[in-house]
């Protein structure tokens, strides 16, 4: 323990006592009273699945991050589906996209039979490196699919110059951003659609489910079809016009998300604000924290930008093993996580695809270093300071141990 500033009493993983008794995961959603209330009323009116809520969630969301249109959908997954369709993604083309991201992102583009493209990341944020972009870019070149990850914005005005440019469709990712701020916009009035997720570990929830909001009616359109079977108007609809006639116009799928869910969602959305000043301040507490410990790298914040915090990734520094420590941290008690195996390397890629190691060298080389420290809104300070004391301890131990 020569280096130690402060010397710690044995790591959990060599049978020391853990820094906490409980498990701390690294997200987890928060559901309160008036949310379950909100889901009973819903549970006792007319409408179980496609009405009032539908529309009230919507509007609701799409105009709290300054667009125009909202479509709701059963998932994230199912939303990104519906956008890479929207954008007229189909056999023969092709989309970039990030590797640092969760499958669905690239999954989507299989969806619609076109073929998704790895552009590497910039090394500070872990965003889509626009200059990349440029690179990949050919004839068959649709869309382009940013991720804004850990809720930090991607370089969106770089990509939409290169997207204004090439005439393609920017489908932002924002499944980890919800209430991030871009040079003074909010994420959501950026793109040409952007996406979000309101799983659990999302900022907010509604159990399963995802949004695509939008300034272009006619991808608002395309999205509603999408969502049901192709058909161009819903039961509601159809209902207060006393019509029984619908016309199927395109191939379509399942996609709604109930009325009890959106109540839900509508709920949670109610605590947004509260819910991301918190993630701030977990996150200036983890910034100051770390400063002085130099054998984690924390996330880097590009001026002008407000993240959303959905994530608090640092990188383990060299000579530290990024495995050791995840299982260090884990014996302490302390769900960390890693975010993400690079898309690309996954089985199902390599064996279609043919990617090789080295593909996205940038992306590959975070992955091998990254761990997710817990970050969500109903944290205490007491959790945070565990955190805290956790990494310090583990680093410090690990440290000590390899010299
Ligand atoms: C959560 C997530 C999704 C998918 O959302 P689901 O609602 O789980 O389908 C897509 N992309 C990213 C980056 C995500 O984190």
Redesign the pocket.
């Given at each position: 323990m020569s280096t130690a500033k402060r010397s710690y009493p044995p790591l959990a993983i060599h049978g020391g006592r853990p820094v906490r008794a409980k498990f701390l995961p690294y997200g987890r959603q928060m559901v309160e009273e008036e949310d379950i209330a909100a889901v009973v009323d819903v549970l006792r009116s007319d409408w179980l699945t496609t009405g009032p809520k539908v529309k009230e969630f919507e509007e609701a969301l799409a105009s709290s991050v300054g667009a125009r249109y909202g479509v709701v959908f059963s998932?994230?997954?199912a939303a990104?589906h519906a956008a890479a369709y929207a954008a007229g993604l189909g056999p023969g083309d092709e989309a970039i996209t990030t590797s640092l991201?969760?499958a669905?992102?690239a999954n989507c583009v299989l969806y619609n039979c076109a073929i998704p493209i790895f552009a590497d990341v910039c090394s500070d944020t872990l965003n889509i490196d626009p200059e990349q972009v440029r690179q990949l870019i050919s004839a068959k070149t649709k869309a382009i699919f940013p991720?804004d990850y850990a809720g930090h914005p991607a370089d969106m005005a770089a990509l939409m110059d290169i997207a204004s440019e090439r005439g393609l469709i920017v489908i932002e990712?924002a499944?980890?951003s919800l209430g991030a701020v871009y040079n003074h916009r909010p994420v959501g009035s950026l793109a040409h659609m952007t996406m979000f997720?309101?799983?659990p570990v999302?900022h907010i929830t509604t159990g399963?489910?995802?949004m695509v909001v939008t300034n272009h009616e006619e991808f608002a359109h395309r999205l509603r079809l999408f969502r049901s079977h192709g058909i161009d108007s819903d039961a509601l609809e159809r209902r207060i016009a006393g019509q029984w006639y619908y016309e199927m116009i395109d191939l379509g799928y399942n996609y709604r998300l109930p009325d009890i869910n959106c109540a839900l969602g509508l709920s949670q959305l109610r605590r947004l604000d509260e819910n991301l000043a918190r993630r701030r301040e977990v996150a200036t507490r983890y910034d100051k924290a770390f400063r002085e410990n130099d054998s984690i790298l924390t996330p880097r914040v590009r001026p002008l930008i407000e993240p959303a915090w959905h994530l608090y990734p640092v990188r383990v520094a060299e000579g530290l093993s990024r495995a050791e420590v995840f299982r260090a941290l884990r014996a302490e008690n302390v769900g960390v996580n890693v975010h993400y195996i690079p898309v690309h390397l996954h089985p199902y890629y390599r064996r279609r695809f043919g990617y090789q190691n080295g593909t996205c060298p940038v992306a590959e080389k975070a992955y091998s270093q990254l761990i997710s420290l817990p970050m969500f809104h109903a944290m205490s300070d007491a959790d945070v300071n565990d955190v805290i004391e956790a990494v310090d301890k583990v680093t410090e131990g690990l440290r000590a141990n390899a010299n």
């Open positions: 998932s994230g997954t990104l991201t969760f669905a992102t991720v990712d499944a980890h997720s309101f799983h999302k399963e489910g995802g």
